[in-house]
């Protein structure tokens, strides 16, 4: 098959070309060609900006493609413009959303049957944490509206794994492998769980390769904090419980991917993949995903808000 990717050089685009490659695909990208670009040479390249509308996807013109996997769709001018040029001229879309368009995240578990947050405004180009979920509702919306049956929406939980920049999963498994005393949030009874990113290139995969409609959440094997500490190999986490994270400023950027279960958001953490795995998901083991991200990140240069000196001043005023 000959495959569109819209945004493939990053992270989950980058899984997604190495995924097809390996089922013996033809994958061609569109980028602006303004990040790093480590694919492979069979690679076809073309560059475009859908923020410039259809002048900005001229390079797509008399092109045709079996599928169209749209990772970098953030706006719903940019999912407008790449839909229109493209209708007609793939034989499906596939929408990377995110399980941020649910608007009861405290709902347990997540399933895709839940209520979506308001849809935001076609002209809103600005991506925040709160518009973000609401964008990808609009941009979800303009899909059906244009593909019908032909499209397939995945929404991903919080995505792991090498290659991701990000900065937020690879956080802990760089300082696990720092060693000494960890400060760990809350006390251990908190739930984790996120998508391998490798889990959700070959799910992508097998939807084209199906032809599968539908909309899926995407998300991996729920483990405790607790769980999440041994098989990073954390033998003194320090746990610490939100009051005082809350006065020593320590929140979710600062100690990434945590979500404490008494949280309006912790449904996020509670994430129904059934739909999924009926539908062909595969899960990678939670250690592959640490020790896979470890070994790609060592050599990262990944850089994190909370550091070791920041860490080890919190940790011996609590001990004092």
């Not at 895709?112 to 180009?125: F, I, N, R, Y």
């Not at 945590?258 to 449904?267: D, H, L, V």
Request: hydrophobic share 35%; charged share 25%; net charge negative.
């Amino acid at each position: 098959m000959n495959i569109l990717i819209l945004g493939g050089t990053q992270f989950v685009g980058r899984h997604i070309v190495e995924a097809f490659l390996a089922s013996g695909h033809a994958v061609t990208v569109l980028t602006r060609g303004k990040s790093k670009d480590e694919l492979p040479e069979q690679v076809e390249r073309l560059h475009g900006d859908r923020d410039k509308g259809a002048a900005g996807l001229s390079a797509l013109e008399d092109r045709e493609w079996d599928a169209c996997v749209d990772v970098s769709g953030y706006t719903p001018q940019q999912v407008r413009a790449s839909a229109s040029a493209l209708q007609g001229r793939v034989g499906r879309y596939v929408f990377v959303s995110t399980v941020s368009v649910y608007a009861e995240p405290e709902r347990h578990p997540v399933r895709e049957t839940d209520t979506l947050s308001a849809p935001a405004a076609e002209d809103v180009t600005e991506v925040s944490s709160d518009t973000y979920g609401p964008l990808k509702v609009t941009c979800e919306n303009i899909i059906h509206e244009v593909y019908g049956e032909h499209c397939t929406v995945l929404r991903p939980q919080i995505v792991a794994g090498p290659f991701d920049h990000t900065a937020r999963y690879p956080y802990w498994v760089d300082r696990a492998a720092r060693g000494g005393q960890v400060l760990a949030p809350g006390d251990g009874t908190d739930y984790l769980q996120v998508i391998d990113a490798r889990d959700l290139a070959r799910f992508t995969v097998k939807v084209v390769e199906n032809g599968t409609d539908g909309t899926f959440n995407l998300a991996g094997p729920r483990i405790s904090w607790a769980e999440f500490m041994d098989l990073l190999g954390v033998s003194d986490p320090v746990w610490v419980d939100g009051e005082t994270l809350t006065a020593n400023d320590l929140n979710s950027s600062t100690l990434p991917v945590y979500i404490p279960k008494k949280s309006g958001q912790s449904g996020l953490m509670d994430v129904d993949n059934s739909q999924a795995l009926t539908a062909g998901l595969t899960l990678t083991d939670p250690a592959t995903t640490a020790q896979d991200t470890r070994e790609w990140s060592k050599d990262a240069d990944l850089k994190y808000k909370l550091t070791a000196k920041q860490e080890g001043e919190i940790l011996a005023s609590l001990s004092a």
